[in-house]
């Protein structure tokens, strides 16, 4: 049963916006705090921002702090991720991900790649 469904990755220059979409069951967006992680080519998976059930308790990483912004749609049970001014490091698999605790992510959707060129 897929419950995150992730959308919105390509191919961008940097300094473009791209903005990442993750549909969500009801159950999940009603119940767990959602954020996003990305995995880069040999590098560890990071979560890069999160946000609580009521829009609140939202965290982003340093290196993205000030560019990206994550916002609930409770009409249509999705999670964004607006991502402004991309850098090539940003370049990654980005993961929708969900905790029914409040704790450690540990439900992921399937990924969508981003590739920012120079």
């Known amino acids: 049963q897929v419950q995150l469904v992730e959308s919105g990755g390509g191919l961008v220059q940097a300094g473009d916006s791209l903005r990442l979409s993750c549909a969500a069951s009801?159950?999940?967006?009603?119940?767990?705090?959602m954020g996003w992680a990305r995995q880069a080519p040999g590098k560890d998976r990071e979560i890069v921002a999160g946000?609580?059930?009521?829009?609140?308790?939202?965290f982003y990483i340093d290196s993205v702090q000030g560019r990206f912004i994550i916002s609930r749609d409770g009409d249509k049970n999705t999670v964004y991720l607006q991502m402004n001014n991309v850098k090539p490091e940003d370049t990654a698999v980005y993961y929708c991900?969900?905790?029914?605790?409040?704790?450690?992510?540990?439900?992921w959707g399937q990924g969508t790649q981003v590739t920012v060129s120079s």
């Open positions: 009801e159950r999940i967006f009603r119940n767990y705090k």
């Open positions: 946000i609580g059930l009521s829009d609140d308790n939202i």
């Open positions: 991900a969900a905790s029914e605790s409040g704790g450690l992510f540990d439900t």
